[in-house]
């Protein structure tokens, strides 16, 4: 899992919010204190197209809708950023080698299906953002049912995304000057954050230099 910035809270008829699941054990207070938080990343959207690319499909949104950055647990931290941004500081997240997994619903009707897929290539053109996205079909059988994805190529009103984890950002002294890195303590301790994607923490480094 890899970096993270800032995450986007929607408002729209579409709800579009990608789903992160991930692994937080308990964790003492003191713990919370020296582990560096992890971010994960929900959108809504509206206007929200499924496409057909390949042996995958592919998600195109518009590129102004807000995403919402929350910490894992034992953290309790929030920010909100644009789709835009996050998409611009995917490879600073790690995402370009590590893709992420994402729960992706889909709103038809009165109906809410949800797919379990792994996002990839954002790309950003015409006021909009596109993602490539592979399903994941569950290999296990939980209560007698196995997951299976239920992606259809169509334009949605509300459609919601929530999307895997990334690591924190810290302003940290090299000697040289401030910059940013993933550890509060490497190589000396940190001066400002944690921020929730690279490009949040050098705006925080320009304001301090």
Request: proline share 6%; aromatic share 10%.
């Amino acid at each position: 899992m890899n970096r993270l910035g800032k995450v986007f809270a929607v408002a729209g008829s579409v709800v579009l919010s990608v789903a992160l699941l991930t692994a937080g054990g308990g964790a003492s207070a003191a713990e919370s204190d020296s582990v560096a938080p992890e971010w994960l990343f929900a959108t809504d959207a509206a206007d929200v197209t499924i496409s057909k690319t390949g042996s995958g499909f592919s998600v195109s949104l518009p590129a102004s809708e807000r995403v919402t950055a929350f910490t894992d647990r034992p953290n309790r931290l929030t920010t909100v950023m644009t789709l835009r941004e996050f998409a611009k500081d995917w490879k600073a997240y790690g995402f370009d080698t590590d893709p992420p997994n994402a729960a992706l619903l889909l709103e038809t009707g009165s109906k809410t299906r949800t797919s379990v897929v792994e996002m990839t290539n954002p790309r950003i053109k015409n006021g909009r953002v596109t993602f490539r996205l592979n399903p994941i079909n569950g290999s296990a059988t939980l209560a007698g049912h196995t997951h299976k994805h239920t992606l259809k190529p169509a334009t949605y009103n509300h459609a919601s995304l929530f999307i895997d984890a990334a690591p924190s950002y810290y302003i940290v002294d090299y000697g040289f000057g401030y910059e940013c890195a993933q550890s509060p303590t490497a190589p000396n301790p940190s001066y400002g954050g944690p921020y929730s994607s690279l490009s949040a923490c050098d705006e925080a480094v320009s304001r301090v230099q």
